[in-house]
C-alpha cells in the first residue's frame, strides 16, 4: 500500500495551484521545471501564509555545495542530488512528515513548550506569537469565541482553521484550551497560593 496520496504537477504553475487547493503535507519538485522553476515555487510557496509551514524537498541535477546552499536559503527543507536513491527520498520526506508531527506532539504534551516550537518559518512564527497576544488579552474573558481571534487576526474563518489545523496538529479551540491549561500549569507550579 502506498504511504502518501500523491498528487502530480506537469510543470511549476501547476504545481503551485495543486498545493494551494490540496494543501499537502509535503512538496517534492525538482528545480529545472517549465513557467516556475523549482526554486520559484519554494519561494512563492515560503512567502505565503497559507503554504509556508509545508515542507518542500527540492530535486537537482545540480549537486554542487553552492547549489544546495542556494536552496536552503530559499527556505527548502531539503536538498536532494540527482540521481539519489528512491528509498533514501522516501526516508527523507517521512522524516520532514514525522518530525513535524513530533513537535506537535510534544508541544501538546508538555507544559513549558512554547507554541514557538511549531513555526520553522518568520511568517508562521508571527502568526503564533499574534495569537498567543490574542490569547493572552482574552484570558479572563468567559465570552471570547474562536471566530474572534480569527477576527483579530484580520483572517477568513476558513484561513485561519485551514492554517492552525495545518501548522498545530490541532483545531484552533482544542489549541486555545491547551494554551489556558499549559498557562493555569505554569501559574500553580510559579505560584503555590493559587
Not at 471570547?144 to 483545531?171: C, H, N, P
Request: hydrophobic share 40%; aromatic share 6%; glycine share 4%.
Amino acid at each position: 500500500a502506498p504511504m502518501y496520496e500523491v498528487h502530480l504537477a506537469h510543470d511549476g504553475q501547476e504545481a503551485l495551484e495543486l498545493v494551494r487547493m490540496k494543501e499537502p503535507d509535503l512538496v517534492v519538485s525538482d528545480i529545472m521545471m517549465p513557467r516556475v522553476s523549482g526554486t520559484e515555487l519554494c519561494t512563492q510557496l515560503k512567502n505565503d501564509f497559507q503554504t509556508c509551514h509545508i515542507p518542500v524537498v527540492l530535486l537537482t541535477a545540480l549537486g554542487t555545495t553552492e547549489q544546495s546552499i542556494t536552496g536552503l536559503k530559499l527556505g527548502a527543507d531539503e536538498y536532494i542530488s540527482k540521481p539519489f536513491n528512491t528509498d533514501i527520498l522516501v526516508a527523507r520526506c517521512n522524516n520532514l512528515v514525522r518530525n513535524r508531527r513530533l513537535l506537535q506532539k510534544k508541544y501538546r504534551q508538555e507544559v513549558d513548550c512554547s507554541s514557538q516550537l511549531l513555526a520553522t518559518n518568520p511568517i508562521d512564527q508571527k502568526f503564533l506569537e499574534d495569537v498567543n497576544e490574542v490569547l493572552e488579552k482574552n484570558l479572563d474573558n468567559p465570552d471570547f469565541v474562536i471566530d474572534e481571534l480569527a477576527s483579530a487576526l484580520a483572517l477568513s474563518r476558513s484561513t485561519f482553521y485551514s492554517k492552525f489545523k495545518s501548522l498545530t496538529g490541532m483545531t484552533p479551540n482544542d489549541f486555545v484550551l491547551l494554551y489556558k491549561l499549559k498557562r493555569a500549569a505554569q501559574w500553580l507550579h510559579t505560584q503555590p497560593q493559587l
